[in-house]
């Protein structure tokens, strides 16, 4: 931790040393109350990362001539509630990569959310991804950031971006396998108020399964009423991993700040009685263009063997036992530097 800690504070002086590179920090700070129940137990607890993950953030680029960028990224998640770094304690555990930005596209390397990840966070309303999205509960986060990676964005043409990354298992015990090789690509198509998006993903588990995933999305924005609807599936060789999950969202203006009602539907079709559905109200107001306080009330219907639990960006769920209905309060504060 030593170590980690020092070299967050070399990476700050050389960042406010180089301003003339054009370097940002930047950051996160969410924290929230959750008073939660499942069944007969409870807890209420102070979390990190109700509708953001905190995080402190580095990025730059340096101009090369001819329209061509050299560009990277460094973005540490924390834990606010107890200081420890997140994502399993990795140093830059939320992206690190580097690369090229030229006027075909950007192409980085190194540890990336993946195309299918910005489909997700685009079309769940509020943030994406976070407390109040049932594709947040409902989502297998294990394939939303891919290290090994090579990462392309194209520039938007007509309205249309696409998005492709591989991310190499480097599985050395069965060369030749493509064990832990990652695939995901998607289509952006953006239209003044209207937005769709469509993603895929493949993760090559053993020699013989390959699971995919499966997402698309669409948002309309009625003057200042945004309206969205998000559906995934996943399917995979050996036909144990085959579920279909729908949200629809709907964020209104109120006062300084904006209501979200979100509403989602998993439907598990390997496992008998293990369906759920999520119901999810939040209001975030606006302190500043910086600091919001939100708050909401959640909660999950699971069938007999479904376990689904509520859960912020980062904040973990209660633990639930099967056929449970867990219902989470929260009461939260973010900035954002």
């Known amino acids: 931790m030593k170590r980690a800690c020092a070299s967050i ?45 905190s995080r402190l953030g580095f990025r730059g680029s340096e101009e090369l001539g001819g329209g061509n960028r050299a560009i990277f ?18 140093l830059f555990g939320r992206q690190a990569w580097v690369g090229l930005a030229t006027r075909a596209g950007d ?9 299918l ?17 049932a594709s947040n509960y409902f989502t297998d986060n294990s394939v939303l950031r891919v290290n090994n990676s090579v990462s392309y964005a194209s520039p938007s043409i007509g309205g249309f971006k696409v998005r ?3 991310g190499l298992g480097e599985n050395t015990a069965q060369p030749g396998s493509h064990i832990g090789n990652i695939h995901s690509a998607s289509l952006q198509y953006d239209h003044g108020a209207f937005s769709a998006n469509a993603a895929i993903e493949t993760r090559k588990t053993t020699a013989a399964n390959t699971d995919r995933f499966y997402a698309a999305g669409a948002s309309y924005a009625f003057g200042a009423v945004k309206a969205s609807v998000l559906a995934q599936s996943r ?48 209001y975030d107001y606006n302190l500043s263009k910086r600091s ?28 639930v036992a099967g056929g449970d209905d867990p219902r989470s309060f929260v009461l939260g504060v973010r900035h954002v530097f």
């Open 117 to 133: 990840f910005f489909t997700l966070v685009t079309y769940g309303l509020g943030g994406g991804m976070g407390w109040g999205n």
């Open 107 to 115: 192409v980085t390397l190194g540890r990336h959310y993946s195309p």
């Open 292 to 319: 919001t306080l939100y708050a909401g009330a959640a909660t999950i219907r699971n069938e007999t063997r479904s376990r689904f639990g509520i859960n912020g960006n980062t904040g973990a769920a209660l633990a």
């Open 9 to 53: 504070l070399a990476l700050c002086a050389a960042a406010s040393a180089a301003a003339q590179d054009n370097v940002t920090v930047f950051g996160v700070l969410d924290t929230y109350l959750d008073h939660a129940t499942a069944g007969a137990t409870g807890a209420t607890r102070v979390q990190s990362g109700g509708v953001s993950g």
């Open 164 to 166: 492709a990354l591989a």
């Open 73 to 90: 990224m460094l973005e540490s998640g924390i834990n606010v509630d107890d200081g420890t770094s997140g994502q399993g304690g990795l």
């Open 235 to 282: 399917r995979d060789d050996a036909d144990a991993a085959r579920n279909d999950a729908l949200e629809l969202g709907l964020m209104i203006p109120v006062g300084p700040g904006s209501l979200l009602f979100d509403a989602g539907r998993l439907r598990n079709r390997s496992v008998a009685d293990s369906d759920a559905t999520a119901f999810s109200i939040r």
